[in-house]
């Protein structure tokens, strides 16, 4: 268990952890502000990563295709907000649930019409190779840029909720809907755009994972499950419980894939430890989110009361 | 020789930085009628909330007719006679009013780990039920699903289904609240029936109320319990004007 | 007027097999087990869902773990079924309460989550399980066994999944009808003044919890047996889906919800991948293989504008 092994993992960590974070920073708003459970939420980051690929394979250009995927994805999300979901905030989330459960069993039949089940996305040639970042530590380039992405998104976003107005109007249709009327927010409007911003934010997660996971007719669906768990553990409707979530979960799953198999295999039996090291490793979110909720039942920062 | 039924000692409540129930004592003694005033935000319906069990105190004790009830949770005080009604009307608006009162009695008549056994069998509870429902004055509306009634008649119903449970202690939190003369005069009424075998604590807005009923009166400000006594000592009170009564004779 | 409803459906139910041999259809004797293993299955979910009102998108884990008893048992060489059933219901009612006892402390999406997340902890575990078949499943070397029938007949099978079903409705209708029925509709309604009346509402929706688990086990244990194999795809959270799709189509908290939900999914399916419509296939060739996307679209309709399904759209007079 070497140094470069550990530092090499927990880049890994980082890495999943700042894409998941984009995808549950989109979900924990529209649940924190809408109150509504969004299922498909997986099914949109699905889309970004079909449009995604199909614009760079027309394109030709990595970077175009994928800048060009955001808002269109953004605008297809804002499209199911205004004829469909919109709908579901005044029922009650068993509704919406299945609803939006209903969604997920569209997009994926319908991405498989249009696309097929599956499209390639390669990683830009550019950046195929690895970087020596230590003497022994070759990390690939292109997840680099990945992480890139993930912080400066991360930190646009606090800059954004925290520091602007139109962060404030937001937080201000989070704790009172009738208020932030009241005052001239026009909640309809504001909603609208603050799923297409969740929306966009899938649409980057999407195009930047689809060289690393594949992009696939229901790819949304495992991934959807991380989110929740995340927001879940950071608290719903907070976008720094959101990112310290993401990071924990990416790190906690990333490092149990990689050594937990190996750690079992110096107490257990060899068979026994590899069934259980790969079974142990899967659950093992599910006990960091079992944890945390015993010891904070709304998860570690809460939004709302 | 008044004695006590419920004895509150050292009550706390705290939201963040609001302290909403702030080192409350009081005794309530058994018979009596005792209200408990004060201005919108005062923390008495906190104080319910707390009292009842529905809301955990962050410090202070309470007993119950020489029972300590500080940890037990809601459903076991009830059990112990300690029921509340709610500002806010809380009813099972798809069943009908008897329904809604059987569902009370069920609670105390018997186990409802019962799997087998048809409830539209068990007259004896549709029966007590049935009382129930016109001792609160709906008698004749009996049938009628208790999302369908007036809002007067949704705050009898209020009343009845904690009534329902044979309490000792009854924690009435404003039961007038947006009701009209003559239905305030029939919440009047119900509490004259009741309070010769129930003891009252009553929270209301409505002074005429307060001053007809209550055998002793304490006043609630910020958290606080500042004042109690007989109804002429708290009129007379400086403080309580100051505080409270002043804004009441206006309204 | 229920009453003929129920005794007609019943004669034909018993009739179906005749005639189905009759018209040489054996198939459909084998789908109609399939479709009332999976009555039985979204039968138990209504009664958290629909009766208390509780989502879980756990149910799957249930009915999962009776699959796996029962073929367990069938593996290791104890095939009656006399034990392996009781025992699938009990292992899931076990589960159920351990689940449940640590979940129901909590509300809402954190509760959804957590019997989400038990649900899918029990998918991985079964998944590495290599000595049963690992993530691929296994073949199970026959049916359950009961004394006087040949379960692997098919038709015998039908009649005790059949009498199965029966049964169990009959049971759960009267559970619905009796205190703890009406306590837990209640709760459903107004939990806070539940336990503002006397009520220990955890313990009644755990004890609810536990009956739905141990009857989800009980139609996995026999889904086994329908199947003759086992696997872990069976646990996995999308199947809790489907089997909420089926309570939602045939109507949640209606007695018959699982019942209507469960033929119309299965029969939607069935018609959709086994019969080619021409018109269809004119305009659209491959329309077969996208059967989900007609679930889909029938499921969220059906939630935006009639969300109290088929059985509550037939039903305008009663409340639920």
């Not at chain 1, 004829?83 to 029922?91: D, F, H």
């Not at chain 2, 055998?215 to 606080?224: C, F, K, L, P």
Request: hydrophobic share 55%.
């Amino acid at each position: 268990m070497s140094i470069v092994l550990i530092l090499e993992q927990s880049l890994n960590g980082l890495q999943f952890g700042l894409m998941l974070f984009l995808l549950a920073a989109g979900l924990t708003l529209v649940f924190g502000i809408m109150d509504m459970i969004n299922l498909a939420h997986g099914s949109i980051y699905m889309i970004g990563a079909f449009l995604a690929a199909t614009l760079v394979a027309a394109t030709g250009s990595f970077a175009l295709g994928v800048v060009l995927a955001i808002p269109a994805t953004a605008a297809i999300g804002m499209l199911l907000e205004v004829s469909i979901l919109r709908r579901l905030y005044t029922r009650d989330h068993m509704s919406q649930v299945l609803a939006t459960f209903a969604l997920i069993l569209i997009c994926n039949e319908a991405v498989r019409i249009i696309w097929g089940s599956d499209m390639a996305l390669g990683t830009p040639a550019a950046l195929s190779g690895p970087i020596e970042l230590m003497p022994g530590l070759f990390y690939p380039a292109y997840r680099l840029l990945v992480i890139g992405v993930g912080l400066t998104v991360a930190i646009l976003l606090y800059f954004i909720v925290a520091k602007t107005r139109i962060g404030m109007r937001v937080r201000a249709g989070a704790s009172n809907r009738e208020m932030a009327a009241a005052m001239g927010v026009d909640i309809k409007l504001l909603f609208t755009l603050v799923f297409g911003f969740g929306a966009a934010l899938c649409a980057v997660a999407g195009a930047m994972l689809g060289p690393i996971f594949a992009v696939q007719v229901g790819m949304g669906d495992n991934i959807l499950i991380l989110a929740f768990v995340v927001i879940v553990i950071g608290g719903i409707g907070s976008i720094r419980g959101a990112l310290i979530g993401s990071v924990l979960v990416g790190f906690v799953d990333t490092f149990g894939r990689a050594f937990l198999p190996a750690l079992l295999r110096e107490i257990l039996p060899p068979q026994i430890a590899s069934a259980a090291g790969t079974a142990l490793a899967s659950i093992l979110i599910y006990v960091l989110m079992a944890a945390v909720l015993f010891w904070k039942p709304q998860g570690l920062f809460p939004a709302r009361g | 020789m008044a004695e006590t039924l419920l004895g509150i000692s050292g009550l706390v409540k705290r939201f963040g930085g609001l302290t909403a129930t702030d080192h409350v004592s009081l005794e309530i003694e058994r018979g009596e009628v005792h209200a408990l005033i004060g201005p919108n935000g005062a923390g008495k319906t906190t104080l319910i909330a707390q009292l009842s069990g529905s809301l955990a105190s962050d410090a202070g004790s309470l007993t119950f007719d020489q029972v300590d009830i500080s940890r037990m949770p809601q459903h076991e005080r009830v059990r112990e006679g300690l029921a509340r009604s709610y500002q806010i009307t809380s009813i099972f608006g798809k069943f009908s009013v008897l329904d809604n009162l059987a569902l009370a009695v069920q609670a105390r008549s018997g186990s409802s780990m019962s799997f087998w056994r048809s409830l539209a069998s068990e007259t004896a509870l549709l029966d007590e039920a049935s009382a129930l429902a016109a001792r609160v004055g709906l008698g004749r509306r009996e049938a009628v699903l208790a999302g369908n009634l007036a809002h007067g008649e949704q705050r009898q119903l209020e009343v009845g289904l904690a009534l329902a449970t044979r309490p000792k202690l009854l924690l009435l939190d404003e039961p007038m609240a947006g009701m009209g003369p003559e239905e305030s005069a029939r919440m009047m009424e119900l509490v004259e029936k009741v309070r010769a075998e129930i003891t009252v604590l009553l929270v209301e807005h409505d002074m005429d109320a307060v001053f007809r009923l209550a055998d002793r009166i304490s006043v609630m400000v910020n958290g606080r319990l500042i004042a109690t006594g007989l109804p002429e000592e708290i009129r007379g009170n400086a403080e309580v004007r100051k505080a409270y009564l002043g804004d009441e004779a206006a309204a | 007027m229920q009453r003929a409803a129920t005794f007609i459906l019943l004669l034909a139910a018993l009739a179906l097999p005749l005639i189905m041999r009759a018209f040489d259809l054996d198939y459909y004797t084998s789908f109609a087990s399939r479709v009332m293993i999976f009555a039985l299955a979204a039968g138990s979910l209504n009664l958290i869902l629909g009766y208390a009102g509780m989502i879980s998108f756990g149910h799957a884990a249930f009915v999962g773990v009776g699959t796996y008893t029962a073929g367990v048992m069938i593996i290791e060489g104890v095939p009656s079924a006399l034990i392996g059933w009781p025992l699938a219901m009990l292992i899931a009612g076990l589960l159920a309460l351990a689940i449940g006892a640590m979940s129901l402390r909590t509300r809402g999406v954190y509760f959804i989550m957590i019997t989400l997340a038990f649900a899918q902890m029990i998918y991985y575990l079964t998944n590495s399980m290599k000595a049963y078949g690992g993530d691929e499943g296994l073949s199970l070397p026959g049916r359950s066994t009961l004394p006087l029938l040949d379960l692997k007949d098919d038709t015998s099978f039908y009649y005790v999944v059949l009498a199965i079903l029966c049964v169990s409705m009959l049971l759960l209708s009267r559970l619905v009808a009796s205190r703890f029925g009406r306590v837990i509709v209640a709760i459903r309604e107004n939990e806070p003044r539940m336990e503002a009346i006397g009520y220990p509402t955890r313990r009644y929706k755990l004890v609810c919890f536990v009956i739905a688990g141990a009857f989800g086990g009980l139609a996995g244990a026999l889904l086994a047996n329908h199947g003759n194999y086992i696997n872990p795809s069976i646990l996995h959270w999308t199947q809790s889906g489907n089997l909420m799709i089926m309570v939602v189509l045939g109507g949640v908290g209606y007695r018959y919800g699982g019942l209507i939900g469960a033929l119309t999914l299965l029969g939607l399916e069935e018609f959709i991948a086994n019969h080619k419509v021409e018109w269809m296939a004119d305009l659209w060739p491959k329309y077969q293989q996208h059967s989900l996307l007609g679930v889909g679209i029938i499921l969220l309709v059906i939630v935006l504008y009639a969300p109290r399904g088929i059985a509550g759209w037939f039903d305008r007079s009663r409340r639920g």
